[in-house]
């Protein structure tokens, strides 16, 4: 069983960045990879961007474009997604997941609850 548990979120004016955090609990971290997705009332969940065990292999989504960046610790459990030059439209919920599996199409084991992230114009 994992745990995982975000933060970082919250209010940040339009050009501004975030940093979010997702710790995890269990001594397997390195063995799954970690995925950021995020939603937005009345849509569906979409991914954000992906990164391998090793933290050497991300995919982000085409949205991204150059401003985001995921990186793990595997040492502290934890996977971070760097957000630059946010946008209103980056306004949603962010939740971070583990999967087993190599697709980045899941499915995901486990997710966090996710954090609230605000890009005011």
């Known amino acids: 069983q994992v745990q995982l548990v975000e933060s970082g979120g919250g209010l940040v004016q339009a050009g501004g960045s975030l940093r979010l955090s997702c710790a995890a609990s269990g001594r397997t971290f390195s063995t799954y990879y970690m995925a950021w997705f995020r939603q937005t009332p009345g849509k569906e969940r979409e991914f954000v961007a992906r990164v391998s065990g090793s933290g050497g292999i991300r995919y982000f989504a085409d949205f991204v474009q150059g401003r985001f960046a995921i990186s793990r610790d595997n040492a502290k459990n934890t996977v971070y997604l760097q957000m630059n030059s946010l946008k209103p439209d980056d306004t949603a919920v962010y939740y971070c997941?583990?999967?087993?599996?190599?697709?980045?199409?899941?499915?995901?084991?486990?997710w966090g609850q996710g954090t609230q992230v605000t890009v005011s114009s």
């Open positions: 997941a583990a999967s087993t599996y190599s697709s980045r199409l899941g499915p995901y084991d486990y």
